[in-house]
C-alpha cells in the first residue's frame, strides 16, 4: 500500500527514510551504547524504592527466563462452557453494518493486512507453520523477529533501526506489536456477534495460527504486560461474540489457557513507580478481563487486582479538571476507553466500579471536547502512537479523541459532553455513544490542574480554535509521552491545522531524530541561544525538564511561565497570550536576566496551507483565502522555510502519523530579549 502525506511527495515513505542521516552508530557497539543510555536515563527518573523494586524485578525475570517455553508447560485449560457476556454480545452485533467493520472485513477476507501505512506478508492462517512470516514480520528490514525459540524477556526490543543500517537491528518493535495485539478479531467478533459465520471461521483461525507461532513465554510477544492486556480485549470480544458453546470444547479449553497465559505474565511484572502510567490501566484492564473470562480463586484475584488498579489510577491520571497527567491527547483518550470499557465490563458482571472512575471520565470527557474544534479534530499534543483499544478497522482513526469523548458521554449519560463531530465507531455500540453532536461553546476556559486555556469562536466571520499550554511537562518522573511544549500554542481556523505538533515519528528506533522532536526547538514556543527550555536524554527519558505555570489571568488574557533556562541563562521565560480585535497577541520576555539574550519564537505550519513573507507579515492560506497573518515583533528578523525547500534547506518535519514523516512549513521570528515584552500578532483573515 502506498501512503501519501499531504502537501510532499515522498517524505513518510521507506525510500525516504533511508536517505536520512544514520542517527545510531552502525557497529555493533551502537546497540550496547543504546541500552546503556536508556538504563541510564531510567536511573535519573527512579527514587530509592524504585531501584530496590528494579532489583527484585530483575532477579524474577531471570527466574523467568529460565521457564521452559510451549504450551505444555502451562496446566491444561478448562473446556466448559465460557461466561455469557450477552450486553456486550448485542453491542458488537449492533456495530456490524458500520462503515469500518464491513472495510475491515473485506480486507481481512482478501488476506490484505496493513498497519502504519505498510503492508504485511499474505499469511496463511490455516497452516500452523505458516504464522511466523507474518506475526514476526518487520516491516524495516524485510526480517524476522524473535519467535519461540528466545526466552521473551531476553529479546532486545530497544535497540532497533530507523532504517535498516548493517547491523541487523531489526525496525521500531511498535510495527511487530501492531498485529500481535488481535485487533483484526475486533471487527470480526462484531460480525460473528451478528451470525457471520465466515467471520468465525476467519477469527478462529487467526486465534490458531497466533497461538501456534507464539507459546507462551517466547518471542517478541510475550514481552510487554501493555501489549498482552490490548491482546486479552480481543480475546474478551471473541467470547463475547462466540457465546458459551460457541467454541468447541477442545478450543475453550486452549482459550481458557491462553487468557491464563496473559494474566500470569501481566501480574508477575507489574509497572509500578515511574511506569505507572497508561501501562498500569492497561495491566488493570488485561487482569479484569481474565478475571471475568475465567473461574476460581486465581481468577478472582485477577478480578480483584484489576478493579483496584482502575478505581485508583483513574483518580492519578485524570487530574481533578479532568487533563490527563500524561500530558497528552491521545494517550488521555487511549487511558479513558480503558478505564471506561472496565467500567462496562463491571457494570455487566454486577460488580460496578466505584463511582469514582465514572466521575473522573465525565471530567476528562470535558476537557477533551474543549479541545476539540469544530470538525472534530484536536491538536497533536504529546506522544501519539495510534494505539486504540476498541477497533472496527485497520487503517488510522483520525478522530479517536472525538470517538473517545463520544463513548464517555454515552456511559456517563451526560449527552453534553458529546462532541461537535466524529466518525462512527464499533465503541459506539458498546459504550451507547450519543448520536447527536453537540457544538463546543465559544469563549475562553483554563484548566488550572493540568495547565491549558482554550479559546473558541469566531475571528474576522472565520470559526478559530486556540490552545496555550502553561503546565508540567508530564507525569511522574519519567514523563514519558510529554513533549518539552512549555508555554507553545496551537492554532486552527475554519477546521484547518495552521500551527502543529511536531508529533510523533517512532519510539526506540527513532533515536535522536524523537529525541529533536520532543524537545522545545520542534514547537510553537520560544527558545534562548537556540536551546531548549527541556532536555530530552533518550525516547522517554528528560535530562532536565520545564514544568510550566499559571502565573496571571484576567479579562483580556493568559500568562504562563516557566523555568526552562533559569540554571543556563538566569531567566525565566514568560508568554502571556491575549485576544485582540482581530486575532491573537504573543508576548514573550525573559525577566530576572541582567542583559537580553538571542531568541527565536518558532512556529510549525501545516504543509497544506500556502504560506508567503509580505511587507505586512507572513501570510498563510488555503483555497478560501487568507485564513491568518503572523506579524513579528518589532525589531526582530523573520525566517521563513517553506516546506517544499526543507530537504535542501535544513526545514522543519512532522510526523502525520507514526513511522512517518513530512516537511512542515517553518517560520521563525529571531532577535533579542529581556524584560520588555515582545509581541508576535497574529491577525485573522476575514472571509472572503
Not at 139 to 155: E, F, N, R
Not at 514 to 521: K, N, T
Amino acid at each position: 500500500m502506498q501512503h501519501s502525506d499531504t502537501g510532499v511527495g515522498e517524505f513518510g515513505t521507506r525510500a525516504f527514510a533511508q536517505q536520512q542521516p544514520t542517527v545510531v552508530s552502525t557497529r555493533q557497539g551502537g546497540a550496547r551504547a543504546a541500552r546503556l543510555a536508556w538504563y541510564l536515563g531510567r536511573l535519573r527518573s527512579m527514587g530509592p524504592a524504585e531501584i530496590v523494586h528494579r532489583l527484585g524485578e530483575a532477579a524474577r525475570k531471570r527466574a523467568w527466563t529460565r521457564r521452559p517455553i510451549g504450551w505444555d508447560a502451562l496446566p491444561p485449560g478448562d473446556p466448559s462452557p465460557l461466561p455469557d457476556f450477552l450486553d456486550l454480545r448485542r453491542a458488537l452485533a449492533a456495530g456490524a453494518e458500520l462503515p469500518g467493520v464491513r472495510r475491515s472485513l473485506a480486507e481481512i477476507g482478501a488476506a490484505r493486512f496493513h498497519y502504519f501505512g505498510r503492508d504485511w506478508p499474505v499469511p496463511d492462517f490455516a497452516d500452523p507453520d505458516a504464522g511466523a512470516s507474518f506475526w514476526l514480520h518487520d516491516p524495516i528490514t524485510g526480517g524476522s523477529w524473535p519467535g519461540a525459540g528466545t526466552a521473551a524477556l531476553k529479546v532486545d526490543v530497544r535497540s532497533t533501526a530507523e532504517a535498516p543500517d548493517g547491523t541487523g537491528r531489526f525496525g521500531d518493535v511498535k510495527f511487530v506489536w501492531e498485529p500481535g495485539r488481535l485487533q483484526m478479531l475486533h471487527p470480526l467478533a462484531a460480525a460473528w456477534a451478528a451470525g457471520n459465520a465466515c467471520a468465525a471461521r476467519d477469527a478462529r483461525a487467526i486465534l490458531a495460527s497466533f497461538m501456534a507461532t507464539n507459546p507462551p513465554y517466547g518471542g517478541v510477544h510475550w514481552f510487554s504486560g501493555i501489549e498482552m492486556a490490548l491482546r486479552l480485549v480481543g480475546l474478551l470480544l471473541v467470547a463475547a461474540a462466540a457465546g458459551p458453546e460457541g467454541l468447541p470444547p477442545g478450543e475453550r479449553a486452549a482459550f481458557r489457557r491462553l487468557v491464563a497465559a496473559h494474566a500470569r505474565a501481566i501480574a508477575a511484572f507489574p509497572s509500578l513507580h515511574s511506569s505507572a502510567n497508561n501501562h498500569r490501566i492497561a495491566e488493570g484492564l488485561g487482569l479484569l478481563v481474565a478475571g471475568l473470562v475465567m473461574a476460581g480463586p486465581e481468577a478472582e484475584g485477577w478480578e480483584g487486582e484489576g478493579r483496584a488498579i482502575l478505581e485508583g489510577e483513574a483518580e492519578r491520571q485524570i487530574l481533578a479538571d479532568g487533563v490527563g497527567a500524561e500530558q497528552s491527547l491521545s494517550y488521555q483518550a487511549w487511558t479513558m476507553e480503558m478505564l471506561g470499557l472496565g467500567v462496562v465490563l463491571a457494570r455487566e458482571a454486577g460488580r460496578p466500579l466505584g463511582p469514582a472512575v465514572s466521575g473522573r471520565l465525565a471530567r476528562g470527557a470535558g476537557f477533551l471536547r474543549a479541545m476539540l474544534d469544530g470538525t472534530g479534530r484536536c491538536p497533536a499534543i504529546g506522544d501519539d502512537d495510534e494505539g486504540r483499544i476498541l477497533s472496527d478497522g485497520l487503517g488510522p482513526e483520525p478522530r479517536y479523541v472525538a470517538s473517545v469523548t463520544a463513548a464517555i458521554a454515552g456511559l456517563v449519560n451526560r449527552p453534553d459532553l458529546a462532541p461537535p463531530a466524529r466518525d462512527p465507531h464499533l465503541r459506539d455500540a458498546i459504550f451507547a455513544a450519543p448520536a447527536e453532536p453537540r457544538p463546543v461553546e465559544a469563549g475562553r476556559r483554563t484548566f488550572r490542574d493540568g495547565g491549558y486555556t482554550i479559546w473558541h469562536g469566531r475571528v474576522s466571520g472565520r470559526a478559530v480554535h486556540l490552545v496555550f499550554d502553561h503546565g508540567p511537562i508530564g507525569y511522574l518522573g519519567l514523563a514519558a509521552h510529554g513533549h518539552a511544549d512549555a508555554l507553545a500554542v496551537w492554532l486552527s481556523v475554519e477546521g484547518r491545522p495552521v500551527l502543529i505538533d511536531a508529533g510523533t515519528y517512532l519510539y526506540h528506533a527513532g533515536a535522536r531524530r524523537r529525541v529533536a522532536m520532543r524537545e522545545s526547538l520542534a514547537h510553537n514556543t520560544l527558545s534562548v541561544a537556540g536551546a531548549s527550555h527541556s532536555l530530552a536524554s533518550a525516547g522517554f527519558h528528560w535530562a532536565s525538564r520545564a514544568d510550566a505555570r499559571l502565573v496571571a489571568e484576567t479579562d483580556e488574557a493568559v500568562t504562563g511561565a516557566h523555568e526552562g533556562y533559569r540554571r543556563r541563562f538566569g531567566v525565566t521565560h514568560r508568554r502571556r497570550v491575549g485576544r485582540t480585535p482581530d486575532g491573537f497577541v504573543l508576548a514573550d520576555a525573559l525577566s530576572g536576566g541582567e542583559r537580553a539574550h538571542a531568541v527565536e519564537i518558532r512556529f510549525l505550519i501545516h504543509p497544506g496551507l500556502a504560506v508567503r513573507a509580505t511587507d505586512e507579515g507572513v501570510a498563510i492560506g488555503d483555497a478560501s483565502g487568507l485564513l491568518c497573518r503572523f506579524v513579528a515583533p518589532s525589531g526582530f528578523e523573520t525566517r521563513l522555510v517553506p516546506a517544499g525547500r526543507a530537504d535542501r534547506d535544513g526545514g522543519a518535519v512532522y510526523a502525520p502519523r507514526f513511522g512517518h514523516l513530512a516537511a512542515a512549513h517553518e517560520l521563525v521570528l529571531c532577535g533579542t530579549l529581556g524584560g520588555s515584552e515582545a509581541e508576535t500578532r497574529i491577525s485573522i483573515g476575514s472571509v472572503a
